[in-house]
């Protein structure tokens, strides 16, 4: 899409920057409070009154443009590289009005890069309720630069920012900062001389971080490290006189700018609420009674819709097979496409409401409180605070919770969170649980409000969360690094949840789902419906005959029984019953039958897999004429040789462990793979927990049948 400006948003973590970017260009996008949420820089297009179109870029949330992380240095690429296809062509660097001169040491290094700038001051509603007043004229003066008062949240001064986009001009305005060239005059001038630049800041960067830079060529990082052996430069050393030389600057800026109108103390309600929810006491027990409350809402509040679903793919499939005519292309979509997809469809009201409560944890603030209080016990086990982020992540889904990890700055703790991070129970493997939860589990409550199927389902994350942590001990003892990790983490103020934006989360991770799982589920339900229907013709037709010779010499209801056990037969001959039957030595002492070793296979795709697989197996194979839902086939499923049900509570619970720890996930180990550079990594994951997962279950198995 053609457009005539190029806009950077560029701010501190937190200061509502992904939500001005909303507001710009009407994208709905994921918005959290805490630091690692935005990993890429994400692009839409804005309208400006005069009639111009902008593309606008949200660059990831950062502290300085000397980067910590691999997603902070995202900033600098883009900001410093002229020849970067996101090199804007204007900046608005957002600012949190409440804590504006710390937000400011990185607006005086953006002003310094050469770039035109806009300065967007953030949350001045807030501002105002804390007793903070901005002299907005002031500081534009005394910057030389557009500032314009804002309140993202609240949808308000975003006409005015946009004319000061109008307004823009095509080169710098602003007053730079502190003299940067007499920090290292002889290195900066030489270095200014082989990049062919006046900019004295871009020369010291480039000094800092060229690395970064993947235009430059051999030679010219090859001249900038020799400058830099010549002339002695110590990075850490002038990084950390730049950041004083800064800040006296600021001293001089902020001189008479803000006005306390002692309204409130700034953060009153944060900090006395924080008393209570980061006590290392009390702040665990109400995390855990959340957790709680969350998991017996998943089971309490989605059984109606489940069941109306349920009920409603279970009509349509028995209204089919009567009007429509008899055939393979009948069979196929009733048996396999429809069966399978509805195996996914009855667990969008689940998969709703907890997205519905990871949002309104995340809007509120509550989500960086729960990092904050996890970090010293993460680093006791080999990872930071800020694994807490990818792993609470992959509740939703570990792709994105991998890549996330990108904002941790050590080496071996970000490769070990990246190891640990698919253990945790994800929204695909909720369909598993949930339907295995209800065929061993009675839905019963103790105490009159507790779900038993809700607590049942809480341990099984419990159990994976457990299970991350105690591999990254090992992990811990076993890589080595020489680099320390901190943890620096700013907690944002409390804010209600934005209810329109936990509706559409609760929508777009449903449709994602649904459409993401959908295809692959479809896909699997087609080529899983064929080898089932069909094997080697000379073992089907041995079962044709065989019927058709007992059939003559049966009355009408036993030919009814007959056709099922003769479906039944087809099946274990089939292509897939063969595929099943073959592994099934394997899995079992596992207490799985070769039905299951099927669904175990399709799962390697992606493990919601399962309950789709589960369903065309069972559909195709007939049973029960009066179980017409898959959780009724399941039941009443029945081993052949013992007459008792296949999925007792031994062979229900083996089968969670086994989906809690195994790697069945092809996008997981993609991105395992993208994210470290290696197969390395990823093939050390698939044997580690496939191993931890057969071990787990067959002890699960072996104790309880």
């Known amino acids: 899409m053609a457009s005539d400006l190029k806009i950077a948003l560029v701010g501190n973590p937190n200061t509502g920057k992904s939500t001005l970017f909303n507001l710009l260009t009407g994208l709905n996008q994921k918005i959290g409070n805490f630091p690692g949420i935005t990993v890429d820089k994400k692009t839409g297009y804005c309208k400006l009154p005069d009639g111009k179109q902008a593309t606008v870029i949200d660059l990831p949330g950062t502290y300085s443009l000397y980067p910590k992380s691999k997603d902070e240095s995202i900033v600098f690429q883009v900001l410093a590289d002229q020849k970067n296809p996101s090199h804007p062509d204007l900046i608005i660097l957002v600012a949190d009005a409440t804590n504006l001169r710390r937000n400011l040491l990185l607006y005086t290094q953006v002003a310094d890069l050469g770039l035109p700038v806009i300065l967007a001051l953030n949350m001045t509603d807030m501002a105002r309720k804390e007793g903070i007043e901005v002299d907005v004229d002031l500081l534009s003066e005394r910057l030389g630069v557009q500032v314009v008062a804002i309140s993202a949240r609240a949808n308000a001064g975003l006409d005015q920012l946009k004319l000061a986009i109008g307004n823009r ?69 002038l990084q950390a006189a730049e950041t004083i030389a800064r800040y006296r600057y600021l001293s001089t800026v902020m001189t008479g700018l803000i006005k306390d109108t002692g309204a409130a103390r700034k953060f009153v309600f944060s900090d006395k609420l924080d008393a209570v929810l980061t006590n290392k ?43 429509l005519p008899d055939g393979v292309l009948t069979n196929l979509f009733l048996d396999g496409i429809v069966a399978g997809l509805g195996g996914i469809v009855i667990f969008i009201p689940q998969i709703a409401i907890l997205f519905a409560f990871i949002s309104i944890l995340e809007d509120t603030g509550y989500m960086a409180r729960v990092t904050f209080m996890m970090d010293k016990i ?78 049942t389902l809480m341990g099984m994350y419990v159990i994976s969360i457990s299970a991350a942590i105690l591999v990254a001990f090992v992990m811990k003892l076993v890589i080595k690094a020489k680099e320390k990790s901190y943890f620096i983490m700013e907690l944002p103020v409390y804010r209600m949840p934005r209810w329109k934006n936990v509706l559409f989360t609760m929508y777009e991770k449903s449709k994602t789902f649904v459409f993401e799982a959908g295809k692959v589920i479809i896909a699997i339900s087609i080529v899983l419906w064929v080898l089932a229907t069909f094997g080697p013709p000379g073992r089907m037709d041995q079962v044709d005959q065989k019927y058709a010779r007992i059939e003559a010499a049966k009355d009408s209801l036993q030919i009814s029984t007959l056709e099922r056990d003769k479906a039944a037969e087809r099946l274990e001959n089939s292509y897939a019953g063969i595929l099943g039957q073959t592994i099934e030595p394997v899995i079992k002492p596992l207490g799985f039958d070769w039905k299951i070793g099927i669904a175990l296979i399709t799962s390697f795709a992606a493990r919601e897999a399962f309950v789709g697989t589960m369903a065309t197996i069972y559909s195709v194979e007939g049973g029960d004429a009066q179980a017409t839902t ?76």
Request: glycine share 6%.
């Open 281 to 323: 006491f009390s702040g665990f027990l109400i995390f855990i009674l959340i957790l709680f409350f969350i998991f017996n809402s998943i089971f309490s509040w989605s059984s109606y819709p489940m069941e109306l679903i349920e009920g409603s793919f279970a009509w349509l499939t028995n209204y089919g097979h009567q009007h």
């Open 630 to 705: 898959i959780r009724s086939k399941m039941l009443a499923a029945k081993d052949a040789n013992t007459g008792l049900p296949i999925f007792t509570f031994a062979t229900g619970f083996s089968l969670m462990l086994f989906y809690a720890f195994a790697m069945q996930c092809m996008s997981t180990v993609a991105v395992v793979f993208r994210e470290t550079k290696s197969w390395k990594w990823p093939m050390i994951q698939i044997v580690y927990m496939t191993g931890m997962a057969y071990i787990a279950s067959l002890i699960a198995y072996q104790l309880l049948k």
């Open 169 to 237: 001009t095509s080169v710098p305005t602003q007053v730079a900062g502190a003299d940067m060239h007499a920090l290292a005059p002889e290195a900066v001038s030489k270095a200014k001389s082989v990049l062919s630049s006046d900019r004295d800041y871009f020369a010291m960067q480039l000094l800092h971080q060229h690395q970064h830079l993947d235009t430059l060529t051999g030679e010219e990082h090859g001249k900038l490290e020799k400058i830099k052996t010549e002339t002695g430069f110590e990075s850490s050393k």
């Open 378 to 455: 993460m680093r006791k086990f080999g990872l930071s605070g800020k694994s807490v982020v990818p792993m609470i992540g992959s509740l939703a889904c570990a792709v994105p919770s991998i890549m996330s990890a990108r904002n941790i700055e050590s080496w071996k703790d970000r490769i070990i969170t990246i190891m640990v991070a698919p253990l945790v129970s994800c929204s695909a493997r909720l369909p598993v649980y949930t339907l295995l939860i209800s065929l061993i589990i009675p839905n019963k409550h103790i105490f009159g409000f507790i779900n038993l199927q809700g607590l």
